[in-house]
């Protein structure tokens, strides 16, 4: 596609449930990074993709967040068990094979009532 | 701990003034320092970058200046305009590990009055 794309752009659930958040990046973009943004906060790295490889994890947060990708495209990142303090702006972003600038989706902002 | 501290947190400015907004890092492993516009609702793009070899890099209106001795680079935006207001990051990344992989400051809202 043109740019990276999120859905759902708004997502609002209630605590102790399961969402999973989408990201599909630009095509040929062989990276992949999901980025936090928690309100008035900057942007925490959470975990990067190259091809569907996850070779760093380092930002997730705890056990209940988990991503996967698949066909080296699209990539979900899950929450389990969804806490108040996991409302923010969840953002994807993507770039050529690591090596480039990165571009980023709108986000998801997920709010866990 | 934060890797890329960023300051001011936010600043007001008249159309036609200067905005400066500064960041030093930590890492010396950093080699890549770009700064990212967000508009509300929307997500990061990406404004001007620079790579340690320059100390300087214009595009239209926007600079960034590097230090690499003191490990900060700055933002200035030269006269600007209403539609600068925005939240801007400055960010650094290592591109031996991954270029997009950044450590981003807290960010800069920017007010521009008319």
């Known amino acids: 596609g043109a740019g990276v794309s999120q859905s759902p752009s708004n997502k609002v659930t209630e605590k102790g449930k399961d969402v999973e958040l989408r990201c599909d990046p630009i095509?040929?973009?062989?990276?992949l990074y999901w980025y936090r943004q928690s309100l008035g906060q900057g942007l925490e790295f959470l975990i990067y993709?190259?091809?569907?490889?996850?070779?760093?994890k380092s930002g997730l947060p705890s056990d209940r967040f988990s991503a996967e990708r698949t066909g080296g495209s699209v990539s979900t990142l899950t929450i389990q068990r969804t806490q108040q303090e996991d409302s923010a702006v969840y953002l994807c972003?993507?770039?050529?094979?690591?090596?480039?600038?990165?571009?980023f989706g709108q986000g998801t902002r997920l709010t866990v009532v | 701990q934060q890797q890329v501290k960023q300051s001011p947190q936010s600043l007001i400015v008249q159309k036609g003034g200067i905005s400066i907004i500064n960041c030093a890092y930590e890492?010396?492993?950093?080699?890549?320092f770009p700064w990212y516009q967000q508009f509300p609702g929307k997500g990061p793009a990406l404004l001007i970058a620079?790579?340690?070899?320059?100390s300087e890099k214009k595009e239209g209106r926007f600079t960034i200046s590097f230090n690499k001795s003191a490990k900060q680079f700055s933002l200035h935006i030269m006269d600007s305009q209403p539609g600068d207001s925005a939240t801007y990051f400055c960010?650094?990344?290592?591109?031996?590990?991954?270029?997009?992989?950044?450590?981003f400051g807290a960010g800069t809202q920017v007010v521009v009055t008319p």
């Open positions: 620079i790579r340690p070899d320059v």
């Open positions: 960010a650094a990344s290592d591109i031996t590990d991954s270029w997009g992989k950044f450590q």
């Open positions: 095509s040929g973009h062989t990276a």
């Open positions: 993709f190259q091809g569907n490889s996850a070779p760093d």
């Open positions: 972003a993507s770039s050529f094979q690591g090596l480039t600038e990165a571009f």
């Open positions: 890492n010396t492993a950093f080699d890549y």
